[in-house]
Each structure stands twice: as structure tokens, then as C-alpha cells.
């Protein structure tokens, strides 16, 4: 018979009996996920160990050697990665944002500028990233323009750039469809005017809304830095061509998806917290 709270005792009372019980069902819980996640690592390595051409996939992929030796190398090749992905990432919300909002925007005078957002983010979502890159990378330098930059580097960050921005154009414009009509009915009630509502009251809370989906986008945009490989700039996916066409061994692919891994899942996790930091505050939003 569970103990019973005295009279007077707070709303907060919690049964001891029932808080050993789950504690105790937590802990039962965490040791069977454990030892199921254990079984299949070990059934799963077996059967793998066991499949007759693994000596070879083990010899071809996971050489040890291979993987020590070109490791530094791609390392180093990588830091292009990072280069191009630090560019690409403000451009990208600086061209999003610009697109989202012009597609908001209702007077008539602003027809045009609204087809051509239109047009930009149904074309450049509907074009995989792989041929803009191609596009870009080799058709631009190929027109020999005055002034304009012959760098594959800057014509494949440029189409990550425009793939990317049609995208984020279409995250940003469902925060700001999200801001309830409310808020800017307020916001004008108290004398602010369009703009002014949509850089004080409606963008802020649009972003706010918004921030999980575009880290997802963002974690997309580091893998896909390695397409840039396709116009020649060596960078870790390159390299790992490079080192693999010298030895015929494909170790130094799998030593580049470890680091391409090694950054991801980290922003993958923190995308997670984000996005589960804003469900909790809506769902407290929501009691009150």
C-alpha cells in the first residue's frame, strides 16, 4: 500500500514507492537497449565477417595502411570544404530572405520583382545542384566576359549558392506565412508601418520559427561542398580520387566520408536540441 501525502503537503508530492518504480523501470529499460544495440553490432559483424569476399572488400575499403597514409592529406583538402561552406552559408540566408520577402510582397507595383522570385525558386528547386554547378562552373568562364571571374572555385560556390538559395527562399516564406495575422494587426494598431512590422514584429519570430529547417539545409550544404569537385579544385573528395587512382585502393573514400561524418553528425545533434527546445516552448506557450 503506497504511502499517502499528509494533509498540507505541496500539489508537487511525489510518491516515493512510485519514483523507485520508475526508476527502477528506467534503468531495466537502458540495460535491454544496450544489450539489444550490443547483439546486433556482434550478429551484424559476424555475418558480415563470415560473407566469403570480405578479405577483399576489407583489403579494397578499409585498409589500414591506405587510411593512415592519405588521412593528413585530407585533412587538409578538407579545410577547402569548410571554406567554400563559410562563403556559402551567409549568401545563402542573405539570398533566401531577399527572395522570401519579395514573394510577400503585395502591391501592385512589385508584379514583376514577384514573377522573377517566383520564377528563380521554381527553376533552381527544380534543377539538381550537380548540373548548376556544371552550368555555372564551365559555361560562365566559357563566355569570356570583362570583369567576370574565371575561378571554378568562385563559379561552384556561386551555384551552391543559387541552388541552395531557392530553397531556403521557400523555408524563410513559411516562417513568415507562420506569424499569425495577429501579430501584425497589433503591430499597425500601434503605428508601425509595413515595414517597420515586418523588420520588428513578423521577420524575428519567422526566423525564430524557421531556425531547425535551415540547420538541416546547412548540414545538406556541407555535404554537397564536395560537388564542387566536378569543376577541378582539389578538395576532399578530389584528393580522394587522386589517391585512389595512384594505389587502385578506395580506403581514402571511406577516410573522407569519416570526416564529412565527423562534422555532420555533430550539427545533426544540435539541429535536434534546437528543434526539440522549440517544441518544448511552444508546447509552454500553448499551456499558458
Excluded: C
Excluded at 578538407?78 to 520577402?101: D, K, Q, S, T, W
Amino acid at each position: 500500500m503506497s504511502a499517502q501525502p499528509a494533509p498540507g503537503t505541496p500539489i508537487a508530492y511525489v510518491d516515493p514507492i512510485r519514483r523507485a518504480r520508475v526508476r527502477s523501470k528506467a534503468r531495466r529499460d537502458a540495460l535491454v537497449s544496450t544489450l539489444s544495440l550490443i547483439a546486433f553490432i556482434l550478429v551484424g559483424s559476424l555475418l558480415i565477417g563470415a560473407s566469403p569476399g570480405w578479405p577483399t572488400v576489407q583489403q579494397t575499403f578499409f585498409n589500414l595502411d591506405e587510411f593512415t597514409r592519405s588521412f593528413p592529406e585530407l585533412l587538409d583538402a578538407f579545410l577547402l570544404n569548410v571554406r567554400i561552406f563559410l562563403i556559402a552559408e551567409p549568401l545563402i540566408l542573405i539570398v533566401g530572405l531577399l527572395v522570401a520577402l519579395a514573394r510577400g510582397l503585395q502591391a501592385p507595383i512589385f508584379l514583376p520583382l514577384r514573377i522573377l522570385a517566383t520564377i528563380y525558386v521554381d527553376v533552381f528547386r527544380g534543377v539538381p545542384t550537380i548540373l548548376v554547378i556544371f552550368l555555372l562552373g564551365f559555361g560562365m568562364p566559357a563566355l569570356r566576359l570583362q570583369g567576370v571571374p574565371s575561378s571554378a572555385l568562385f563559379w561552384g560556390t556561386a551555384a551552391l549558392v543559387v541552388s541552395y538559395g531557392a530553397y531556403v527562399a521557400e523555408v524563410f516564406r513559411a516562417g513568415l506565412g507562420s506569424v499569425h495575422v495577429s501579430q501584425r494587426m497589433a503591430a499597425r494598431s500601434l503605428g508601425l508601418s509595413n515595414l517597420q512590422t515586418t523588420r520588428y514584429v513578423v521577420l524575428p519570430q519567422a526566423v525564430r520559427n524557421v531556425t531547425p529547417p535551415l540547420l538541416n539545409d546547412f548540414i545538406s550544404l556541407q555535404k554537397d561542398t564536395a560537388l564542387v569537385a566536378v569543376l577541378g579544385p582539389i578538395e576532399v573528395l578530389r584528393q580522394a580520387q587522386i589517391d585512389a587512382s595512384f594505389t587502385f585502393n578506395y580506403t581514402p573514400y571511406v577516410a573522407a566520408a569519416i570526416i564529412f561524418i565527423a562534422l555532420t553528425i555533430p550539427m545533426t545533434r544540435f539541429a535536434d536540441w534546437v528543434q526539440a527546445r522549440a517544441t518544448r516552448r511552444r508546447r509552454a506557450e500553448s499551456v499558458v
